[in-house]
C-alpha cells in the first residue's frame, strides 16, 4: 500500500522507516477505518429496529412483562455491544502509529463485544420482570426461553472462538510447516469445535425438524473431523507429498462446509 506525503513523515518521525512495515500500519489504519464506519452503520440500523420494537402495539403487552432494568437489558445491551466495538475501532485507528497499543484497544473491544450481550445470563430472570400477574408454570416457561436464549449466545461465541483456533492452527502450520505444536492444537481443537456444531444445532433440529437442516449439521459437524482422522498428514515432516496430501484435505473440509451451509441455506 502506498503511504502519502504526510503518513511516511508521521512514522518516520517515531522512529519507523522500513518501508514494508509502514506500508502494513497504513493498510491496517484504512481496514480499521473502513470496519469503524461499517461498525457505527450496522449500530444505527440497530438502534433505528429497537425503536420500531419497542414502539410497535403489538409488543405492548410483552413489554408490560418487564421493568425498566429488564426492558433496557432486553432492547440496548446489543446496541451497546456493537457501540463499544466502534469506540475501540476507532481508538484503535486513531493510535495506528503504536502497532502494540492499536492491538490492545481493538483486543479490549472484540472482548467487550461478546461479553456484553451475554450479561444478562448471569441476572436472575426474576430481578428483570415486573409484576407479571403471571402464574408459575407461564413464569418458568418464561425463564426457560429465556435461558435457551442465553445458551444460543454463549454457543455461537465459543463456535466462533474454536473456529478461529482452527484457522489460526493452520496458517501457524503454513508458516511453520515442520512444527508438531500447531498440529497438536489442530487436533485437540477440531473435535470440540465438531461438538460444538453439534449442541448448536441438535436443539434446532429436535425443535424444528426437516431434512436439509439434519443434513446441513451432518455436514458442518463431520468438517472438522476430517483434520482427527487424516492427522497422520500433519504430522510429518513437510514434503511436496504432504502438502498435495494437505490441499486434499482443505479441499474434503471446504466442501463438507460449503455443502452444509447451502443445505441450511435452502432449509432457512
Same mark, same amino acid.
Given at each position: 500500500?502506498?503511504?502519502?506525503?504526510?503518513?511516511?513523515?508521521?512514522?518516520?518521525?517515531?522512529?519507523?522507516?522500513?518501508?514494508?512495515?509502514?506500508?502494513?500500519?497504513a493498510?491496517?489504519?484504512?481496514?480499521?477505518?473502513?470496519?469503524?464506519?461499517?461498525?457505527?452503520?450496522?449500530?444505527?440500523f $440497530? *438502534? #433505528?429496529?429497537?425503536?420500531?420494537i419497542?414502539? +410497535?402495539? =403489538?409488543?405492548? !403487552?410483552? @413489554?408490560?412483562?418487564?421493568?425498566?432494568?429488564?426492558?433496557?437489558l432486553?432492547?440496548?445491551?446489543?446496541?451497546?455491544a456493537?457501540?463499544?466495538?466502534?469506540?475501540?475501532?476507532?481508538?484503535?485507528?486513531?493510535?495506528?502509529?503504536?502497532?502494540?497499543?492499536?492491538?490492545?484497544?481493538?483486543?479490549?473491544?472484540?472482548?467487550?463485544?461478546?461479553?456484553?450481550?451475554?450479561?444478562?445470563?448471569?441476572?436472575?430472570?426474576? $430481578? *428483570? #420482570?415486573?409484576?407479571?400477574?403471571?402464574?408459575? +408454570?407461564? =413464569?418458568s416457561? !418464561?425463564? @426457560?426461553?429465556?435461558?435457551?436464549?442465553?445458551?444460543?449466545?454463549?454457543?455461537?461465541?465459543?463456535f466462533?472462538?474454536?473456529?478461529?483456533?482452527?484457522?489460526?492452527?493452520?496458517?501457524?502450520?503454513?508458516?511453520?510447516?515442520?512444527?508438531?505444536?500447531?498440529?497438536?492444537?489442530?487436533?485437540?481443537?477440531?473435535p470440540?469445535?465438531?461438538?460444538?456444531?453439534?449442541?448448536?444445532v441438535?436443539?434446532?433440529?429436535?425443535?424444528?425438524?426437516?431434512?436439509?437442516?439434519?443434513?446441513?449439521?451432518?455436514?458442518?459437524?463431520?468438517?472438522?473431523?476430517?483434520?482427527?482422522?487424516?492427522?497422520?498428514?500433519?504430522?510429518?515432516?513437510?514434503?511436496?507429498?504432504?502438502?498435495?496430501?494437505i490441499?486434499?484435505?482443505?479441499?474434503?473440509?471446504?466442501?463438507l462446509?460449503?455443502t452444509?451451509?447451502?443445505?441450511?441455506?435452502?432449509y432457512?
Amino acid at each position: 500500500m502506498k503511504l502519502d506525503e504526510m503518513e511516511s513523515e508521521e512514522l518516520e518521525g517515531i522512529g519507523i522507516t522500513d518501508e514494508t512495515l509502514k506500508s502494513y500500519l497504513a493498510w491496517r489504519c484504512s481496514v480499521l477505518l473502513f470496519s469503524s464506519t461499517m461498525i457505527l452503520v450496522q449500530f444505527i440500523f $440497530q *438502534l #433505528l429496529d429497537t425503536r420500531d420494537i419497542e414502539s +410497535d402495539p =403489538e409488543n405492548e !403487552l410483552f @413489554w408490560e412483562l418487564w421493568n425498566s432494568g429488564g426492558r433496557a437489558l432486553l432492547l440496548y445491551i446489543g446496541p451497546l455491544a456493537t457501540f463499544v466495538l466502534f469506540c475501540t475501532g476507532g481508538m484503535s485507528s486513531y493510535t495506528w502509529t503504536n502497532l502494540k497499543k492499536s492491538s490492545r484497544i481493538i483486543k479490549i473491544g472484540v472482548i467487550a463485544s461478546s461479553v456484553i450481550p451475554i450479561i444478562g445470563a448471569f441476572i436472575p430472570l426474576k $430481578q *428483570l #420482570l415486573g409484576p407479571t400477574g403471571l402464574n408459575e +408454570d407461564d =413464569e418458568s416457561y !418464561l425463564q @426457560w426461553l429465556f435461558a435457551m436464549e442465553y445458551l444460543a449466545k454463549a454457543l455461537v461465541l465459543v463456535f466462533s472462538v474454536t473456529s478461529a483456533l482452527v484457522a489460526g492452527s493452520l496458517r501457524t502450520r503454513g508458516l511453520l510447516p515442520n512444527s508438531i505444536h500447531c498440529v497438536g492444537y489442530l487436533v485437540t481443537i477440531a473435535p470440540i469445535l465438531s461438538l460444538m456444531v453439534f449442541l448448536f444445532v441438535s436443539a434446532l433440529v429436535q425443535i424444528k425438524g426437516d431434512k436439509f437442516l439434519t443434513l446441513g449439521a451432518v455436514c458442518r459437524f463431520l468438517a472438522p473431523l476430517v483434520y482427527v482422522f487424516r492427522r497422520e498428514d500433519y504430522l510429518g515432516k513437510s514434503s511436496d507429498d504432504t502438502e498435495k496430501k494437505i490441499d486434499f484435505n482443505q479441499k474434503i473440509v471446504l466442501s463438507l462446509n460449503l455443502t452444509g451451509l447451502a443445505l441450511i441455506v435452502l432449509y432457512v
